[in-house]
T-cell receptor, first 112, second 118 residues
Framework: EPEVTQTPSHQVTQMGQEVILRCVPI?????FYWYRQILGQKVEFLVS????????KSEIFDDQFSVERPDGSNFTLKIRSTKLEDSAMYFC??????????FGSGTRLTVV | AQKITQTQPGMFVQEKEAVTLDCTYD???????LFWYKQPSSGEMIFLIY??????QNATEGRYSLNFQKARKSANLVISASQLGDSAMYFC???????????????FGQGTILTVHP
């Protein structure tokens, strides 16, 4: 079964530092997403990406966040200057028209 | 207004019994999809079942079935013959879209923690 792979599984960073969360979507999928889940809360949409550009973003996805597809396989989420409230589980997902959404196992980001 | 509402923060069920997890949704879009995901304590999101707004029949996947009542805007998940491994958080989610497309953001409910007792 094809998988969405996320690395690292857990990252601890100091407040103010930049972090890059990495994802390898399923190879024939064209639509990519990042979601965030603060501990114990619901999963929140951050951004969707298609055809090398952002197709939709939420209010959470402010100027501190950016996404990139640097090559044919990786999809990254960058947080430029992390805040304590950025601590959360970050999920990458991908899908193709007609297919369901496949989520990665998540990256638990802890900002100290 | 919440687009997806799960009113049961926690549910308990005896092993081998059936359980229904509630989900109501709110949309004015005639084309939408409803999803259920399972999140065990390890944290990953596992897809369980999908129902499209134009599907005539309720979706089923093994022990999972979706009780889709379009007029009431509800999409309850039914798990039959519960197992200890079903203990997890369960999320209902909706994709709103036009013309049968199946991409776009998912909006999630608050989740229901299911505990299966032996």
């Amino acid at each position: 079964e094809p998988e969405v792979t996320q690395t690292p599984s857990h990252q601890v960073t100091q407040m103010g530092q930049e972090v890059i969360l990495r994802c390898v979507p399923i190879s024939n999928h064209l639509y990519f997403y990042w979601y965030r889940q603060i501990l114990g809360q619901k999963v929140e949409f951050l951004v969707s990406f298609y055809n090398n550009e952002i197709s939709e973003k939420s209010e959470i996805f402010d100027d501190q966040f950016s996404v990139e597809r640097p090559d044919g396989s990786n999809f990254t989420l960058k947080i430029r200057s992390t805040k304590l409230e950025d601590s959360a589980m970050y999920f990458c997902a991908s899908n193709q028209q007609g297919d369901g959404y496949t989520f990665g196992s998540g990256t638990r980001l802890t900002v100290v | 207004a919440q687009k997806i509402t799960q009113t049961q923060p926690g549910m308990f069920v005896q092993e081998k019994e059936a359980v229904t997890l509630d989900c109501t949704y709110d949309t004015s879009d005639p084309s939408y999809g409803l999803f259920w995901y399972k999140q065990p304590s390890s944290g990953e999101m596992i897809f369980l079942i999908y129902q499209g707004s134009y599907d005539q029949q309720n979706a089923t996947e093994g022990r999972y079935s979706l009780n889709f009542q379009k007029a009431r805007k509800s999409a309850n998940l039914v798990i039959s013959a519960s197992q200890l491994g079903d203990s997890a958080m369960y999320f209902c989610a909706m994709r709103e879209g036009a013309g049968g497309t199946s991409y776009g953001k998912l909006t999630f409910g608050q989740g229901t923690i299911l505990t299966v007792h032996p």
